[in-house]
RNA sequence: GCGAGAGUGGCGGAAUUGGCAGACGCGCUAGACUUAGGAUCUAGUAGGGUAACACCUGUGGGGGUUCGAGUCCCCCCUCUCGCACCA
């Protein structure tokens, strides 16, 4: 009887849905188990990627199951945002009813894989049903200060016609299709994620279950740095220009200030200047650069002195200000203190335009640094010296010192500054969330009302490839006021779809609440998730995104939770002769016609068996065969057997070992199901899948070496046992068949949601052990002995083997025995 | 440049954390069964050496600690990823 693997995994796939199998309880008081997977983009088809993550979730899920956990294991789609815009522009086709195809597709590729998922708890979030809720927090956030306007200088993609987050600009470029980005200005909102920057840094540290990789890519991105912030006043005016710098000890050193060219004071500093054009004229050609030309590495930095002059706030000394194109508008205040002795990049600019350069850290007190020996900055500790009245301080003391002291003036104070920037939301496309905002001639910024939630996106919009369709909608574009009633405008921008997913997995408790975005209880009841599987390229952007969410929403009073995930896994990237794969490079390997030609069972097990999770995995799709083989091997053992095993099933516990060989099978028994259980629990799957294959082999051997066994109860009995163990252990990486063999041997209930087997310690015990014996750390034969003989009689009879007599002429200085394990003699 | 991680057979990868390196699988070789097999089964498979053992060498390179090192320490090389004028 040969597997058909097609019909049985359809058979299961059935019956699990239609018995609700993997339905989820809310009322249960089992401990919770909240599994999650990063949701997908609806493109279409099922890719590798996809594959291997759910296959990682899909184990766990039914580990956790059946170790009797009540589990939440849900499945959405992340469903606005361009593809589908484009689709429209392309095809001529409704974006939703692109997208609702492509999910229906996709869906069936998941049931046909058999994942365990609990389809009651979806969420699409392409419909009104969820992103109303979406406009429901914006209004919550811009009523708690979250959310907010601004004319701000922006990451502008012309190819996709939109603005980007700085999360988004990659080397300069747009993240999804490379093109060069430029700054334009314009209103947009925000959402004020700096506001958490410190306690998202902070709790970083408490996610101790997260890769170590992924925390620290959230720490640089908030980037926190602690210094000081310097007040500098421009001579003959009433301005005073404020600096931040992590090197306030070096303020006896500044010769010069430095303002980035987007500095929204320069045009009044310039106003009077003869040099007006010139200046103007350089700053027009630093913002035409594109971010990826001003921030290159070999670039030369370039300046202009803006005839104009600040104070030194603490020796009164008037000095040079500057413009110069590696000072950054959106880090700091804009504006640097330059101290070239001590900074390399103001050293380099201070040697080309001829500037002046004081030295004021010395490492050695008795032999100070003088700056004719000096080819590049000096960064390093030191001591302050041509610092007046600091001479001598040690720098760090220093920092304080001199703080305070521009504390006393009230030119400056302790400072922290971050990297991570506000959340720019806004987006002129389409397929996303509309901004629940109307704009009024009277009265303003009006968000709308609750009661008109949601605003839907219009179906009269055309999709021409140019600016954003609705702006070109007067059905969606025009409103009315909900304050004074006269004719208003609507916001034609759309969320940025992150917002979508930073808070789904909410959403997933209670997916079809219709008065909030989620159940208050049910989420604390639920949340955190316990375990979030997903790819490394999300370690930034909607890992910290969510991060914030949840404690915004937490402080608006919408659940008390802290943190979102608990433990995070993310899997390592499915690649193909070394390469990501994409469909513009035609190495798409289609998971489809693994699943045709091998079944979902071998398709998903030889993923897990092919390279651990976290790692990346070149695609050779060779290896399948022998996962195949395994499940095969498996069936056909079986069903040699199948009247014996299903005669023996319910006697496996009563077991009378009689020979080595029984002793010797019944003990991996126990230890496969050690190893498997302990595998899973570590993400080790495929050891744990070679556990179960050498596993199958004990058992093929033990049937070859006892052929008699079918006469022997006790044998029957324990070979049932083998098989029932097998069997059960193998279930969460091959559901399918499992669960086929579980029913021919006679079982009723499903395995899927059985027990899973615990394992007896006092049958892992062996009666004999072999000890390896070395000489001089050289192993040179082997001992096999009682288990319980005494460690005198090991070392005893070790050095009494004919192949470790010719290595120790010379005599034994000592001899060390390691416990269970080796005896190892020194001559 | 800074930060993190990784280098083990022809390939994917194991190694109870300092104790038999190469589990398990792919591939390959030989054989069996077969009209045939890219199906299945059996045996072998790190390199050298041997009739077979023995033995020697071996975890990117070089040193060190130890009875014993893939694993710990120091130096170097290579690769991957992240950040990158952050004041």
Redesign the pocket.
């Known amino acids: 009887m040969e597997y058909q693997f097609s019909e049985v995994e359809s058979k299961w796939q059935k019956k699990w849905s239609d018995d609700h199998v993997y339905r989820t309880s809310d009322d249960d008081s089992r401990e919770k188990f909240y599994c999650l997977e990063m949701y997908p983009y609806p493109s279409g088809k099922l890719h590798m990627g996809h594959v291997r993550n759910y296959s990682i979730g899909d184990v766990l899920a039914r580990f956790k199951r059946r170790l009797g956990f009540n589990v939440l294991y849900p499945m959405g789609y992340d469903a606005m945002g361009l593809p589908a815009e484009n689709a429209a522009i392309k095809m001529d086709i409704d974006p939703e009813e692109w997208t609702l195809r492509c999910i229906e597709i996709m869906q069936k590729q998941q049931k046909r894989m058999g994942f365990s998922y609990d389809w009651e708890h979806y969420v699409n979030t392409c419909l009104p049903d969820y992103y109303r809720w979406n406009q429901w927090i914006f209004l919550q956030f811009y009523k708690n200060g979250l959310a907010y306007k601004k004319k701000a200088s922006i990451n502008w993609c012309n190819s996709c016609g939109t603005v980007l987050a700085n ?1 988004q600009v ?2 300069g470029q747009c993240w999804r299709c490379d093109n060069n980005v430029v700054e334009k200005d314009l209103e947009q909102w925000f959402f004020n994620i700096r506001k958490y920057a410190d306690e998202l840094l902070e709790s970083t540290e408490k996610l101790t279950e997260w890769p ?2 992924v925390r ?2 959230q720490r ?2 908030i ?1 926190k ?1 602690i ?1 000081t912030e310097i007040h500098f006043p421009i001579a003959d005016s009433d301005y005073s220009i404020p ?5 306030p000890d070096t303020l006896m050193g500044v010769c010069y200030l ?1 303002l ?1 060219p987007e500095y929204p004071l320069i045009p009044e500093l310039i106003q009077d200047s003869q040099k007006k054009a010139e200046i103007e004229d350089f700053i027009t050609r630093a913002r035409r650069k594109s ?1 990826i030309e ?4 070999q ?4 300046g202009i002195f803006i005839d104009r002059y600040m104070v030194h706030p603490i020796t009164g000394e008037n000095m040079p200000v500057f413009i110069a ?15 070239p002795a001590h ?4 050293f ?1 600019f201070s040697k080309k335009y001829d500037l002046p350069i004081k030295v004021v850290i010395t490492p050695d007190r008795k032999d100070p640094l003088k700056l004719e020996d000096m080819k590049e900055a000096y960064v390093d500790p030191g001591y302050l010296i041509n610092s007046g009245e600091f001479n001598g301080l040690e720098h760090m003391a220093a920092k304080t010192n001199i703080t305070e002291k521009l504390k006393e003036k009230g030119l400056g104070d302790f400072s922290t ?1 971050y ?1 991570i920037r506000d959340w720019l939301i806004s987006r002129q496309r389409y397929w996303g969330t509309p901004i629940p905002i109307i704009y009024c001639g009277k009265c303003g910024i009006v968000p709308v009302p609750e009661d008109d939630l949601p605003v839907i996106l219009p179906k009269d919009a055309k999709f021409t490839g140019e600016g954003n369709p609705l702006e070109n909608s007067p059905t969606f574009k025009n409103a009315i006021c909900p304050v004074c009633g006269s004719d208003a405008r609507r916001e034609t921008d759309t969320m940025d779809t992150f917002v979508d997913s930073s808070w789904y997995f909410l959403r997933y408790v209670s997916p079809k609440l219709e008065d909030k975005p989620f159940d208050k209880n049910l989420a604390e009841k639920w949340m955190p998730v316990d375990h979030y599987i997903g790819g ?2 999300h ?2 952007l909607h890992l910290l995104y969510s991060r914030f969410f949840m404690k915004a929403l937490r402080d608006i009073g919408l659940a008390d939770i802290d943190e979102p995930f608990s433990r995070l896994t993310t899997q ?1 990237m499915v690649l193909k002769e ?1 390469e990501v794969m994409s469909k513009s490079k035609g190495n798409v390997v289609d998971p489809g016609e693994l699943i045709e030609t091998y079944g979902a069972d071998s398709t998903r097990a030889f993923m897990l ?4 999770p976290e ?4 695609w ?1 799709d ?9 499940l ?2 498996i069936w ?1 053992l079986i069903h040699e057997k199948k009247e014996l095993i299903t005669e023996y099933k319910d006697k496996t516990d009563s077991l009378d070992l009689n020979s080595k060989a029984d002793k010797q099978l019944a003990r991996v028994i126990e230890t496969t199901t050690k190893h498997v259980t302990e595998s899973i629990d570590h993400l ?1 799957f ?2 744990g ?6 596993f ?2 004990e058992i ?2 033990f049937s ?1 070496e006892h052929p008699e066994y079918a006469d022997t109860p006790s044998r029957a009995s324990l070979f049932a046992r083998a098989m029932i163990r097998l069997v059960s252990l193998l279930n969460p990486f091959a559901p399918h068949i499992t669960e086929e063999l579980w029913e021919h041997m006679g079982f009723e209930d499903y395995l899927s949601v059985s027990d899973w087997p615990a394992y007896d310690e006092s049958l892992m015990k062996a009666e004999e052990k ?1 000890i ?1 014996v ?1 000489v ?7 001992l096999i002995i009682p288990a319980d003989l005494p460690e005198e009689e090991i070392k005893r009879r070790a050095p009494e083997l004919d ?1 470790v007599q ?2 120790i002429s010379g005599g034994i ?2 001899i ?1 025995y ?1 416990k269970d ?2 005896v ?1 003699i ?1 001559v």
């Open positions: 999360e990659i080397d170590e990789q620290l890519m640089n991105w980037g740095s210094g600096a931040f710098t992590t090197r430095v980035a971010k001003r921030t290159a590495e670039v030369e930095k370039e194109d590696y000072v950054l508008m959106d880090y700091g205040t804009g504006a640097v203190m330059a101290v900074d390399q990049r103001d380099e500054t990297r490394i390229t370690a930034i390592g070394g068996f092919a390279a651990p790692k990346e995995y070149d050779n060779a290896g399948i065969h022998g996962v195949s083989r395994f095969n091997r056909t080790h495929n050891t899948i070679a556990a179960l294959m050498e199958l082999n093929r051997d070859i072999t390896v070395q001089n750390g050289k192993v040179r034969g082997n192949n010719k290595f200085k000592k060390i390691v394990r080796l190892n020194v």
